[in-house]
């Protein structure tokens, strides 16, 4: 049962839950270490659109105008970063990277010229973040590889489309979720959902996990329609189902506006879950509100950890003057790491279909150290793999962020059987 209950929700914040929700071998390997390795160029290649002995050329994709924007800023800024810093290792197989930036306006319209634009262009590959899919049959009939945001079919059918963090499905859910609320020790689980195609599939998979993990989901899903949020209504009814856990799939605002409605009607969930919420801004901003709930980045570690390979995204990012924590920031960086490690195996003499089949071969990717377990292309429940199946979660203890210790790493469902 679905109960549909008001919500004020621009353009922006539905393409950022959209975007949000939407992955064998030897030692996992990064396009640096790739590269590394790999010898300067000869010049007896055959002729390939975008590379030169010198330079290989991609093209990035995403929303730079428009009501989605806002939500996909810095997706080219931290592309550009990893790419910058492998240029500084000379580059890719001796050859330099260079980046061409289009906006799709998050239009489908303009999508398909911009893939056109690209085919004209004679770019190599695309890097590519946007709630559109109507460039993808043109770049799929081109066989022009596509690393980016896997929120979008393509992502799990298309074979020279590569998910940064695995593949698309809507059949299928990890369990992850599910498990951390079982850690906390919740029994029943109110699920809260923007009225998004993304955020309602993604909760549709997240109720069908409970059954798998001995959970209930408490009441009925709470999807919020445009309008104006009632958080009174919403967490007198999630009281009043008996919740012990709460799942809010919508932004960082929201969650907090319920949490302090369930506080103000002491309603004590153990663990309210708030996708996507990782940045200390968002914390600041709530003047705790926040404290005690659950975040998790979208598809990414939590950039509070301690990691070598974090600490380089956050700084390279700052020294920009570009925000790190924006919330597709991080898989921009991945794809473009991703694109360079195919371009890498491809090795000295580059082309589209080498790549394609090299990479869709990769079963130990890591994303340069930013994501939270390895991502196989080998075919899976999907075509192009498996979606992801783990998921880094962190708690928010007053303007704190803390992450857990390790991933929580849970099995895919097929959804559809539930």
């Known amino acids: 049962m679905t109960e549909h209950v008001p919500v004020r929700i621009t353009a922006a914040v539905t393409s950022a839950v959209v975007a949000a929700l939407v992955l064998a071998g030897c030692g996992a390997t990064s396009a640096l270490e790739v590269a590394e390795t790999s010898a300067t160029p000869v010049n007896t290649c055959a002729p390939v659109p975008g590379v030169s002995a010198e330079s290989v050329t991609i093209g990035v994709v995403f929303p730079q105008s428009g009501p989605a924007a806002e939500v996909f800023r810095n997706f080219g800024a931290a592309a550009q970063l990893r790419i910058d810093e492998l240029n500084l290792k000379d580059g890719i197989n001796g050859r330099r990277v260079i980046l061409r930036s289009y906006d799709d306006r998050n239009d489908p319209a303009k999508q398909r010229l911009v893939g056109r634009q690209l085919i004209a262009d004679g770019v190599f590959g695309v890097i590519a973040a946007s709630q559109q899919q109507s460039m993808y049959p043109d770049l799929a009939q081109a066989g022009i590889p596509v690393t980016g945001l896997p929120n979008l079919p393509p992502y799990g059918t298309d074979l020279n489309v590569f998910g940064a963090f695995g593949a698309f499905s809507a059949s299928y859910a990890s369990t992850a979720a599910a498990q951390r609320f079982k850690v906390a020790k919740a029994r029943s ?153 195919g371009l890498a195996r491809a090795g000295e003499c580059p082309n589209r279909s080498d790549f394609i089949r090299i990479l869709r071969g990769v079963s130990d990717y890591l994303g340069a150290g930013l994501l939270p377990g390895k991502v196989s292309f080998t075919p899976g429940v999907t075509p192009d793999g498996d979606p992801q199946k783990c998921s880094w979660f962190l708690t928010i203890r007053g303007n704190s962020i803390l992450p857990d210790d390790e991933a929580t790493c849970g099995v895919l469902i097929n959804t559809a059987a539930n």
Do not use: C, W
């Open 189 to 341: 689980v109110a699920v809260v959902t923007a009225d998004a195609s993304g955020a309602r599939s993604a909760a549709n998979g997240f109720i069908a996990s409970l059954t798998a993990t001995n959970l209930t989901q408490a009441g009925s899903t709470y999807v919020m329609a445009p309008g104006q949020l009632d958080s009174a209504l919403v967490a007198a009814r999630i009281k009043s189902s008996g919740a012990t856990g709460v799942n809010v799939l919508s932004l960082a605002a929201d969650g907090a506006s319920l949490m302090k409605a369930l506080k103000r009607q002491n309603a004590t969930p153990v663990m309210t879950l708030i996708n996507g919420l990782s940045g200390p801004q968002e914390v600041l901003e709530a003047q705790g509100a926040l404290d005690g709930a659950v975040g998790v980045p979208y598809g990414t570690i939590p950039l509070q950890l301690n990691h070598v390979e974090v600490k380089r995204y956050v700084a390279g990012m700052s020294a920009k003057g570009v925000d790190p924590y924006s919330p597709l920031a991080p898989i921009g960086y991945v794809s473009a790491d991703l694109m360079a490690s």
